[in-house]
């Protein structure tokens, strides 16, 4: 897709604007059924309707950072067996993509591209020490079982698109990384920092009397 080009839904034909430079997943606004693109998903199998959660965020909410300031434009939300993900997607400096994972209110800001982790994938637990370089190691805090996906809006890379994939999570004081290790042992990674939501400074969110 190309970025501000605008597509019409194949089954809606409502109009749906792609705003990042690389879009893996845009979903209608409109009807919530995928638009194909040739360079991106042509299905997403099993995808589940996008449930009603407690986040303040939505499509359009804006982060405003002291150095930039980026739109939400679309999001994944991973249903582990314990807890949910939000990976919010967003656009900033003219079509660059990052994700805001939050979870139970706390956030985390991933501006780097989705890694491949090449390095033993056995120490992907929990108390484990995990290498990602020889400057930075975590500690593994937990492994879940993805167990259902939903969609909406844009995403830009993003290649787990069928649930059954394990979810790793590893920190070390503000660093975090969020493993996704595939059934066939493919580990992609993002690494990141845990940041508190008064520091995203938030604008144009869901009030809490606008909840439903
Ligand atoms: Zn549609």
């Not at 994700?99 to 139970?104: I, L, R």
């Not at 492994?143 to 994939?165: D, M, Q, R, Y």
């Not at 604008?203 to 909840?211: C, G, R």
């Amino acid at each position: 897709m190309q970025r501000n080009e605008v597509y019409s839904c194949p089954q809606c034909q409502a109009l749906n604007k792609a705003t990042l430079s690389q879009t893996s997943i845009l979903i209608c606004k409109s009807c919530k059924s995928l638009i194909p693109d040739p360079q991106g998903h042509q299905a997403l199998p099993d995808a589940s309707p996008m449930p009603e959660d407690w986040s303040f965020l939505k499509l359009g909410s804006v982060c405003d950072l002291p150095q930039q300031s980026f739109t939400i434009v679309g999001r994944c939300r991973l249903q582990l067996r314990n807890e949910y993900k939000n990976f919010w997607c967003a656009e900033y400096a003219s079509g660059k993509a990052l994700y805001v994972v939050e979870s139970f209110g706390s956030f985390a800001i991933f501006l780097s591209p989705w890694a491949d982790y090449t390095k033993n994938a056995s120490k992907l637990r929990a108390g484990k020490s995990i290498e990602i370089s020889s400057d930075v190691t975590l500690t593994g805090e937990y492994v879940e079982k993805c167990e259902g996906l939903s969609f909406e809006g844009e995403l830009g890379p993003w290649a787990f698109i069928k649930p059954g994939f394990f979810v790793v999570q590893a920190s070390t004081g503000p660093k975090t990384a969020i493993f996704f290790i595939d059934p066939k042992k493919n580990i992609d990674y993002l690494l990141g920092e845990k940041i508190t939501s008064d520091r995203l400074n938030f604008k144009n969110t869901i009030e809490w009397n606008e909840w439903k």
